[in-house]
């Protein structure tokens, strides 16, 4: 039967109704998954075999906060292994790599997760097992004798962005029927893993063990590793990167304990399960998953929770392994400033001086995400071509810049420097992350410079090729207005007659001198200093220097379009319209070349604008 197609409707409410395509798909699982039948609730921990089989969860959490939840996501349960990275983590930084590193290794073990058993220098395989799990427990123990326990539930508090509870009936149901945990922890204080009380050791691990969370909690907990610590619901950096760089390491070699080759093979997600029925998985740089049904298969592993992940993994080509990033995509534009110089308008002098030179001033317009081998690639194309004297790089589109990346491009700072190329990076504060990145490495430099907007950049550029090449910048230096390049062609009579009606002016820096949608009644001719164009919304047109019109448009609109400034204390002729018809009429022909030269003004300004824009889309 032929469907009638449904009323097309505009405004809010027509979006009401709208899922977002990424819930929509983990609608689709949850629908899919839940008659998925296999697995058996855990019960040798007696209190976990209460759970209710039915229980379906899953929440994804992105890396900008936003959190994706469909089912059972608001359901406690106990965190149980899960806790393991986490602790790793905290561990790595309290009491740092070299001492967690010397007792507890990180290769697979091959056994289930609960192995009495330890690798050939009688230490834990790796902190993804029980052995490892609880001599982390026990180093904590170590740091902070009585006060463990809370630590780690501060610490994964912080990891989930809220406090945490404790399920005391399950702590208590672990304690009870923990001996073969005990009998680990004693073949750990065998081998002088654990230097602490066992027993102490011990109610510590069990306690984190209970730890209460969600699907919710474990999905923000997750992307908080994807997010090289940094919780992106609550912001707080809770680990160091390499903590969690190291503890991703791991767990993507033995989070799923003997099925981990497998999963890292199929699914190619760092994750970690807890036999309470929960998973996370950790996709670095792009999201975090946590889910909970509590089925497990032979494994100890949710078998619905696997399932999700799976389907995301295949359905979004997500394996960690199978990236596609192009570092040619890096650079979005490379010109000389002879294609696109800075919106100031410059004297004749200078003009020429920039057109001899323009190819000595590169600039490199970046965009994405700047890592190792994006710099790398960028690095090679500035080499391809002559060396100039000054590099600007535009970092204004550059959205993340890894360590690598960071250190790379200083490394190129350094390089340019040893061949007297000054570097400026425009499209940056110096307040800001990125910038202590690069800073870190180019501490003592002389040749770098930072302007935020990229016009400032360049025509600081500008300036310094000027200076280089024999000009002279001097804002002070009153222009007369056979100088003026409006009125190029005017005989020396033409030009006293318009002398005879203009008056000179005299600004303050920050003075407004033309206001946007004000009547257009003159038009003004800058004898000394500069000034700047702005539209309404703030954004610069241009900088204007002695000998050089404003406020021309006045010839042709009856409105100004734009706000001009002073940027320093200036001087300028001013006609009143008025006066220049009688001007006009008085000199045909000067008003007719007037004319010719603000039509070659207006067809210079868009051949530029059209250069720039062919620099943006050249493919």
């Known amino acids: ?101 010397s007792v507890i290794g990180v290769e697979p073990s091959g056994d289930p997760f609960n192995s009495i058993r330890l690798n050939a220098e009688n230490r834990p395989f790796n902190p993804m097992v029980n052995a490892g799990a609880i001599s982390c427990s026990g180093l904590i123990h170590e740091a902070k004798g009585d006060a463990a326990f809370e630590y780690i539930r ?101 989070g799923m304990y003997d099925y981990a080759g497998e999963w890292i093979y199929r699914i190619g997600i760092p994750a970690k399960s807890g036999v309470g029925g929960g998973i996370l998985a950790a996709l670095p740089a792009r999201l975090g998953l946590g889910s909970y049904s509590p089925k497990l298969d032979k494994h100890g592993n949710s078998v619905r929770g696997i399932k999700v992940c799976e389907a995301l993994s295949s359905h979004y080509d997500l394996h960690m392994l199978n990236r596609s990033d192009d570092a040619r995509t890096s650079i979005i534009a490379d010109y000389d400033i002879g294609n696109s110089p800075s919106r100031r308008v410059r004297r004749a002098q200078e003009q020429n001086i920039l057109a001899a030179h323009h190819q000595e001033v590169r600039v490199i317009e970046l965009v994405g995400t700047l890592s190792f081998s994006n710099v790398d690639y960028v690095s090679r194309q500035l080499a391809a071509r002559p060396r100039p004297q000054l590099v600007i790089f535009d970092l204004r589109r550059v959205t993340a810049m890894t360590r690598a990346g960071a250190r790379l491009l200083a490394e190129e700072f350094r390089e340019l420097a040893a061949h007297h190329v000054t570097v400026v990076l425009s499209g940056i504060r110096r307040s800001s992350p990125d910038w202590k990145a ?61 002398a005879a009606h203009a008056s000179i002016r005299t600004y303050q820096t920050g003075e407004k001198i033309i206001s946007a949608g004000d009547p257009a009644a003159s038009l003004f001719f800058l004898r000394s200093g500069a000034v700047h164009v702005t539209l309404p919304d703030g954004v610069r047109l241009a900088t204007l220097t002695a000998g050089m019109p404003f406020g021309e448009m006045a010839l042709l609109e009856p409105q100004r379009s734009a706000d001009v400034l002073a940027d320093m204390a200036a001087t300028a002729y001013e006609v009143s319209l008025s006066d220049f018809e009688r001007f006009r009429k008085q000199h045909p022909r000067a008003g007719e070349r007037i004319m010719r030269n603000l ?21």
Not at 183 to 188: E, F, N, P, Q, R
Not at 443 to 470: F, H, K, P, S
Not at 602 to 616: E, Q, V
Request: aromatic content about 8%; some cysteine; hydrophobic content about 45%.
């Open 154 to 254: 501060q610490a994964l508090g912080r990891f989930a962005g809220r406090e945490l509870d404790v399920d005391d009936a399950v702590y208590a149901s672990e304690s009870a029927t923990g001996d073969r945990n005990r009998a680990i922890g004693y073949l750990l204080r065998t081998n002088a893993v654990i230097k602490e009380n066992v027993a102490a050791v011990l109610e510590v691990y069990f306690r984190q063990c209970a730890i209460l969370v969600t699907a919710r909690d474990i999905a923000v907990m997750a992307a908080t590793l994807a997010n090289r610590g940094i919780n992106p619901v609550t912001g707080e950096q809770v680990m160091t990167p390499y903590a969690i760089s190291r503890t991703l390491s791991v767990m993507t070699s033995s």
């Open 438 to 498: 690069i800073a870190e490495w180019t501490e003592g430099l002389t040749n770098i410079r930072n302007y935020y907007l990229l016009d400032a950049a360049i025509e600081w550029a500008e300036d310094q090729l000027v200076y280089r090449y024999g000009g002279a910048i001097d804002f002070f230096e009153a222009t007369e207005l056979s100088e003026q390049s409006l009125l190029t062609g005017l005989t020396e009579e033409e030009l006293t007659g318009l």
């Open 599 to 619: 039509a070659q003004l207006l067809a210079d300004r868009l051949i530029l604008a059209n250069a720039k824009l062919d620099l943006l889309t050249a493919g």
């Open 1 to 101: 039967m032929k469907q009638s197609p449904l009323p097309f409707t505009t405004g809010p409410t027509a979006w009401t109704g709208s899922i977002p395509p990424l819930l929509r798909f983990l609608k689709a699982c949850h629908a899919e998954f839940t008659s998925e039948a296999g697995g058996a609730v855990a019960d040798y921990i007696p209190e976990l075999g209460k759970a209710d089989p039915a229980h379906f969860g899953i929440s994804l959490a992105t890396l900008d906060g936003h959190v994706y939840e469909v089912g059972d996501t608001q359901v406690p349960f106990t965190i149980q292994s899960m806790s393991k990275p986490f602790v790793f983590a905290l561990a790595l930084d309290t009491l740092g790599a070299a001492r967690v590193e």
